[in-house]
């Protein structure tokens, strides 16, 4: 597996990481002991950095990694999140001082660790920006009182995270469905000022949430008709060839320059150990040429987001 280093952190990760929302059953369900076979699996392939949320299965994605790194929490680097509840998405957030601080104590709790590598504020588009700040403010202290080693925000619009990552002082940040083949705005907007600021910068969601795969995104995919379609005739084609629109989203994030850790997230030891294989693998340029042609309508296409209900 190679090793990146995640800006001025100094971090040592994998360059793949293991997005931990599968472990809380958001892809369809796992028993604990697969949930743990997973992650056990994924530490013996080389996999180091692991990130998770309270909201991932709303509690069971941190509880199924903390007793899945027993023993192990020396070998890897533990992600997690704040700010994000089981509630409608106009009131299942909070960014508060108070809350920030209360809900790290509580990922430590389920992780079963007395600190954490890297802790986020978790998708701030959907938070009011006074009340973001004094999320802002919870991570510092966190940092300061040792509970954290390094902090960030993560989000959707990657336009509030250059704003963000040039208004303070942020170890990393993670962007999710802007750096895949739908969608590839992270390079011209986010990733000059991180590189600017030294932060480490992951990747997620390369497959545009479920959308470049070919079963299609679920049916709380927030995309407009017209993205859902193009990404389906785009699936269709791999098809017909005998291929998989999925293997080559990732494949195209693996190749994706100045991206320190491309976040995946395997739901089977199968998903995992062929993903691994692809990062070694070189892409079949005729296919993906094809593809980008007829994914070209939607390229760079987006959706509303919280963020313009207040940052706005």
């Known amino acids: 597996m190679d090793v990146t280093t995640l800006g001025k952190t100094g971090l040592r990760s994998s360059a793949i990481g293991f997005g931990c929302a599968p472990l809380g059953d958001e892809y369809g369900s ?10 056990h699996q994924a530490i013996d392939l080389g996999i180091t950095l692991f990130d998770t949320s309270p909201y991932y299965g709303r509690t069971l994605s941190e509880s199924r990694l903390g007793k899945a790194l027993k023993g192990k929490r020396d070998q890897v680097i533990v992600a997690t999140k704040g700010g994000r509840f089981d509630a409608p998405l106009d009131t299942g957030f909070d960014f508060s001082f108070k809350s920030i601080m209360r809900m790290c104590e509580e990922s430590l709790r389920r992780l079963q660790t007395d600190y954490l590598d890297i802790y986020q504020l978790h998708d701030i588009e959907f938070g009011r ?6 999320g802002v403010k919870a991570l510092f202290e966190l940092k300061k009182q040792g509970k954290v080693r390094f902090i960030g925000v ?5 336009q509030l995270l250059k704003t963000m990552a040039e208004k303070h002082d942020f170890d990393v940040t993670l962007s999710y469905c802007h750096g895949n083949l739908l969608n590839d705005r992270i390079h011209e907007v986010l990733v000059p000022v991180v590189k600017k600021k030294e932060m480490g910068l992951l990747n997620a969601s390369i497959t545009h949430m479920g ?18 379609q193009t990404a389906k005739a785009a699936a269709d084609f791999c098809q017909s ?10 494949q195209f994030a693996f190749s994706q320059p100045n991206i320190d850790v491309t976040v995946l997230g395997p739901r089977t030891k199968q998903e995992l150990e062929r993903s691994i294989q692809l990062f070694h693998t070189e892409m079949d340029v005729d296919l993906l040429t094809a593809v980008q042609s007829i994914l070209k309508p939607a390229h760079n296409q987006s959706w509303p987001s919280g963020h313009s209900l207040f940052w706005e």
């Open 241 to 250: 060839k005998g291929e998989s629109i999925a293997e080559l989203a990732i």
């Open 129 to 134: 920006p006074e009340v973001v700040e004094e």
């Open 211 to 228: 959308l470049l795969t070919p079963q299609g995104g679920q049916n709380w995919h927030p995309a407009s008709e017209e993205i859902k």
């Open 154 to 158: 993560t989000g959707f619009p990657v």
């Open 30 to 39: 796992i028993t604990d002991n697969e949930a743990v076979a997973l992650v």
